[in-house]
């Protein structure tokens, strides 16, 4: 399916989906996701690319991959990460204890891919181990759609800081690093705002604050409408990091 079809096959005329792509847009970045669950064929593909810098499709056409920049993630060595450190506090060692971490997953990683592919992959990057903070960020970094989504209503969105912490506390998994977070935005702030909003419950108003509330022993979000002008929301900050709890990506130019 990379490449396209064999001669006699459906699907032939159309090219292949990875080589026709990179034909008609040759400046490209291409994202290959858990890369160890590739088929062996791929990888002899891949050694081609980052080799020669081209790949012959099904029509016996040379593809350019010259201008391509190859991302390729995995999680081999999820357990080295995952044992690397502790959730929500600091080491008192951090930039140590990150490299014997590094090590050590990569020694997985040698074991996992060949020489002659490793040999090939101009940098191989380990996600450190993700913070409380950069969970903090990512939260931000969800509500940006939810809060452009109300702008267009002439609404904005405050979240206290403990209703961040509720967030992070629901869908901060250590063992699936931040995607649980986008399942909490959703649960908890999205489904809810948006029966709010079906009801009318803002109308008139133009700020909305979400806030931590009780009822009997369970907690929840709370959602109040007002008139006031909230802060701009902080810009998330900080190095960039992984949204799985091992990601380990490698980059090539090919």
């Known amino acids: 399916r990379l490449i396209g079809a064999p001669p006699g096959y459906v699907g032939y005329e159309e090219g292949g989906q990875l080589t026709e792509k990179i034909r008609r847009r040759p400046y490209a970045v291409v994202l290959l996701d858990e890369i160890e669950k590739a088929h062996p064929d791929v990888y002899n593909m891949l050694l081609q690319i980052m080799e020669e810098g081209h790949l012959t499709d099904s029509f016996g056409r040379k593809i350019d991959f010259r201008n391509v920049i190859l991302i390729m993630t995995t999680n081999t060595g999820a357990e080295v990460i995952k044992s690397g450190g502790g959730f929500g506090f600091a080491k008192k060692d951090e930039d140590a204890s ?38 903090k960020n990512i939260v931000e970094i969800e509500l940006v759609k939810v ?9 904005k969105l405050l979240l206290t800081d403990e209703a961040r912490e509720f967030l992070i506390d629901k ?51 709370s959602f109040d409408g007002s008139n006031d002008s909230p802060p701009e929301p902080a810009k998330p900050e900080g190095e960039p990091v992984g949204t799985g709890s091992a990601a380990t990506p490698a980059t090539t130019g090919a």
């Open 98 to 135: 990150y490299q014997g971490m590094k090590t050590r997953l990569m020694q997985e990683v040698e074991k996992e891919f060949k020489p002659e592919f490793l040999g090939r992959i101009d940098e191989v990057v380990v996600f450190r181990h993700l913070t409380r903070e950069n969970l």
């Open 147 to 155: 809060r452009e989504r109300l702008g267009e209503r002439q609404l």
């Open 171 to 221: 869908g901060g998994d250590l063992d699936y690093g931040a995607r649980p977070l986008r399942r909490s935005v959703e649960q908890w702030v999205e489904d809810p705002l948006s029966e709010e909003l079906l009801r009318g419950s803002f109308t008139g108003m133009n700020l909305i604050t979400v806030k931590v509330a009780e009822t009997g022993d369970q907690k929840h979000l």
